[in-house]
């Protein structure tokens, strides 16, 4: 079973950054082969902002492309998302997620808080 911890959210000013981290426990390195940063702003259904695989494959969402960032540290088995330029339209619950497979995430954190105010 793979324990997955968000930390780093918070509230920031429009056009500022944060930097959220997800440090994954338990398991095999095969069970976060993928791993992945969702978000769900209230009212709204939840929607991938970013996905890195341990090979180093990354994909984003058109929302935040040229904006943030995703990373992973395979010997650490964390993945981080540098967010800069923030709007307020990325308020949202940020979650992390990891799997075996790219189009199917296993495991889920529990969530931090993302607010950008205007």
């Known amino acids: 079973q793979v324990s997955l911890v968000e930390s780093g959210g918070g509230l920031v000013q429009a056009g500022g950054s944060l930097r959220l981290s997800c440090a994954a426990s338990g398991g095999s390195s095969f069970s976060t082969n993928a791993m992945a940063w969702h978000r769900q702003a209230p009212g709204k259904q939840r929607e991938l902002v970013a996905l890195i695989t341990r090979g180093g494959t990354i994909s984003y969402a058109d929302s935040v492309k040229g904006r943030f960032t995703i990373s992973r540290d395979n010997a650490k088995n964390t993945v981080y998302l540098q967010m800069n330029s923030l709007k307020p339209e990325d308020t949202a619950i940020y979650y992390c997620?990891?799997?075996?497979?790219?189009?199917?995430?296993?495991?889920w954190g529990q969530g931090t808080q993302v607010t950008v105010s205007s």
């Open positions: 997620a990891a799997g075996v497979q790219r189009s199917y995430m296993s495991y």
